[in-house]
């Protein structure tokens, strides 16, 4: 499968924890999006990177949240201290500068 | 500010009915309109973009500026249609890429 690729599918933590996601984009795409969709709602843009550079983030994330590009190759988003309220689904998207954006399947959060 | 309304949490026709999909948005500068799809267990991926003017599995949709809608029609619903479908917007003037806003989607669902 060449598409965008998103680890782990499914996370389920206690409130407080840390938790790190990955993704790793279709390999010449030099655009990166983060995503959160929650129950019933579209997706609704968290931040973006063009190679390793971090040039938008949504007033959405808040300080807990941190995301990395390192290489402009894969990206990690983590998040601190979670809350009940972090529970989403976790979408990351690519593209090659303005062409199709390709999303990946997604990690799905539970804080319990 | 860009937003985009689907109005429209569900929609079931029977096959062989006609489908419109209701999309609104409002951006004061020129967007990109497109609507994405989401089958059952599938990730997101696009369905078209309106400066394709394209038809895709039978879809069409047109961008009317003076409406600010971006309706999406298909003349002859089939059951294969059936998935959850989302209107998005690019905004030409900003910081972040094609980052999308997304509506909040619409069911379809296509009964034999």
């Known amino acids: 499968d060449t598409g965008v690729s998103q680890n782990p599918r499914h996370k389920i933590t206690k409130r407080g924890q840390n938790v790190t996601f990955r993704c790793d984009p279709i390999?010449?795409?030099?655009?990166l999006y983060w995503y959160r969709q929650t129950l019933g709602q579209g997706p609704e843009f968290l931040t973006y990177f063009q190679n390793e550079a971090q040039l938008e983030k949504s007033r959405l994330l808040s300080d807990r949240f941190s995301a990395e590009r390192p290489k402009g190759s894969f990206s990690t988003l983590e998040i601190q201290r979670t809350e009940q309220g972090d529970s989403a689904m976790y979408l990351c998207?690519?593209?090659?500068?303005?062409?199709?954006?390709?999303f990946g399947s997604g990690t799905q959060l539970s804080v319990l | 500010a860009q937003r985009v309304t689907q109005p429209e949490k569900l929609l079931s026709v029977f096959k062989g009915a006609p489908v419109e999909l209701k999309c609104n948005y409002s951006?004061?500068?020129?967007?990109?309109l497109f609507w994405y799809v989401q089958y059952s267990r599938q990730r997101l991926q696009l369905l078209l973009r309106?400066?394709s003017r394209e038809s895709i599995k039978g879809f069409t949709a047109d961008l009317n500026k003076g409406e600010t809608s971006f309706h999406l029609k298909k003349p002859f619903a089939q059951e294969e249609d059936s998935a959850m479908y989302y209107c998005?917007?690019?905004?030409?003037?900003?910081?972040?890429?094609?980052?999308?806003?997304f509506g909040g989607g619409t069911r379809l669902m296509v009964k034999p």
């Open positions: 998207a690519s593209s090659l500068l303005s062409r199709t954006m390709f």
């Open positions: 390999s010449e795409h030099n655009r």
């Open positions: 998005a917007l690019s905004g030409q003037n900003n910081n972040a890429g094609n980052m999308l806003t």
């Open positions: 951006y004061s500068g020129s967007p990109e």
């Open positions: 309106h400066i």
